[in-house]
């Protein structure tokens, strides 16, 4: 905000100190702008003095560029996107651009695109698992590039919107492959949101994994990657002690928390020795001493690296990059919530 | 941005199709701007008619308001700050104001501040506890009002530095007196970064509650709000198992779940039979059964508000809110990290 009485530093006063034309002070200011490098240092000498700053907003009217970026999340909670927020933000800080965050907590999306459009976004990306993709849709067709991150675009969301995801199928896949080989038999499946791509992707995966083994989900209860939703599905899938699950593939790291807590604290269960829990994404607390989770690592780097490559892509020639949608591959990282040995406690074989 | 060959509405059509002044459109578009319903009502309609969207970037040349409010935050491992971050991006967003989110993870922080005056942000909340305040005093000499979060300014920091925290000196007191009457005599104290305001004040209200009940700090170690140098720290605190602490203090959650882990996992002992554990921050995860962290609460809804009342007040008019300094209520949430009574186990009282 500009304070009155405060004095007000153009181009022109830049110019006629540096005696160069009002152009060349533009161009010095403008990136990517050719200009020679005497030139540039008579500017940016003329500018220092004078304590003149580009007016960044002024620039984007002229260039068509803000260099900011929106970023929608759904919300913070779920650990995954703190990580995802903050590299993305240091990733495109270095490279000129910065973050517009908006959390979108509300069912109104139509007032959120208004907002995101009144900004002149260069770009945006939709961190957020459980958005409309009527969102997306309105932003592709305002021409405004926007990429899913960790999610996939709804049929006939347009083309402008690409996509960045995670191998979730084949996380899901390998989970089933180490749960069987492990000597499971009566695994469940607590899921995330049933219409979310990432739930979807996960779970298909798994169910063909365990198909190969000759197994199928013995259990299954909606966790809606919320916390306490997966504390009330842990319940319900060990409701019978007599005949509960050996093993739960969760959805996600966040609610395999809430899972581990419940099964310890509140049924009084061990974990890994009576049940094994599997989650999705490895965010930093799954390597804590308290849950050492074996889980689905999403890789928040390379996935962070191909969004701004996307982005940059799509900023560049918007027809190119349209429909581009990048899948970056997940491992499984073992510790110590699984059990992976059987000898003195062979399991029940009613799969 | 602009895409090549769009057609690019103007308020020049909106005016000619409503048949209204074009000042008339500008006012409608125009936060707090006087206009009639009915001429709302005709430029609404027509500027929906014609797709017409205000340019935020060009209105805030002429408003000299961009609505937009750099925050910046050293990182978002820290549970904490994921929190405040969604309340705050959410609490201005409804009064129509966007975050700029500003991860300044580099020690360059004037580079930091030459981009937040190129986007001509309407104030900055510098929500890092580590943050430099040469930065902040580099915002106040640039007429861009901040609010320090979570932290106290450095004398000199200029008149355009307001500040929000809790009662980081009354929190640590509560501590202190609470620890002294459940019994404990060997009381350690885990430090955050010892130049931080925060650590200062939690160890001095600590200190006083613990002179109060004729106590002193019994060991001390540093853990920079920082999981891995907790470990250590208390790793150092508990080095000699016939002589070590009947409890500790930890100067943030996120260090205090490092510490149990510590104390369960590696160190063998239980918490909170051995050994008391409490923390600062309150964020989600302390209310899980894994920790069931005894903390004191940051309130984050009241500092957030409390912020975002600063910053209008400094808008409104710079010097009236110059020295505002607010300070929120917190208070102590006791769970199952601690224990109460000592019955059968008198402690030593060799303080």
Request: proline letters at 5%.
């Amino acid at each position: 905000m500009k304070r009155p009485g405060r004095h007000a530093i153009t181009s022109v006063d830049v110019a006629r100190l540096a005696q160069v034309s009002q152009a060349a002070v533009s161009r010095t200011f403008t990136p990517g702008a050719s200009v020679s490098d005497a030139m540039r240092t008579r500017v940016l000498d003329a500018a220092h003095r004078l304590g003149y700053r580009p007016n960044a907003h002024a620039r984007s009217l002229i260039t068509k560029r803000s260099r900011i970026i929106g970023v929608v999340v759904a919300h913070l909670r779920n650990l995954f996107y703190p990580a995802v927020l903050e590299r993305l933000a240091t990733r495109l800080q270095a490279d000129g651009h910065h973050v517009l965050l908006f959390v979108n907590d509300t069912p109104d999306a139509d007032s959120l695109v208004e907002q995101l459009m009144h900004y002149h976004v260069d770009g945006i990306v939709l961190a957020a698992a459980t958005l409309s993709s009527g969102l997306a849709q309105q932003c592709a067709l305002a021409d405004i590039p926007v990429v899913l991150f960790n999610r996939i675009p709804a049929s006939g969301s347009g083309p402008g919107t690409g996509s960045v995801r995670s191998d979730n199928e084949g996380g899901g896949r390998a989970v089933a492959e180490y749960l069987a080989r492990a000597g499971h038999r009566r695994i469940a499946y607590l899921a995330g949101s049933e219409e979310s791509s990432t739930n979807l992707e996960r779970e298909r995966g798994f169910r063909d994994g365990l198909a190969v083994a000759g197994l199928r989900i013995w259990a299954r209860a909606v966790g809606d990657y919320d916390a306490d939703a997966a504390r009330a599905a842990t319940r319900a899938l060990f409701a019978r002690p007599d005949d509960r699950p050996d093993a739960v593939f969760v959805a996600s790291d966040h609610m395999a928390f809430a899972a581990i807590d419940t099964l310890r604290y509140e049924l009084g269960l061990s974990v890994p020795r009576d049940v094994s829990v599997v989650g999705f994404d490895d965010v930093p607390q799954a390597a804590w001493d308290s849950y050492r989770l074996t889980t689905v690592e999403q890789p928040v780097d390379a996935m962070v690296e191909a969004t701004v490559t996307l982005l940059r892509s799509q900023l560049a020639d918007p027809r190119l990059a349209a429909a581009a949608h990048i899948v970056v591959p997940c491992r499984l990282v073992v510790r110590g919530s699984t059990r992976q040995h059987f000898d003195n406690d062979p399991p029940g074989g009613d799969a």
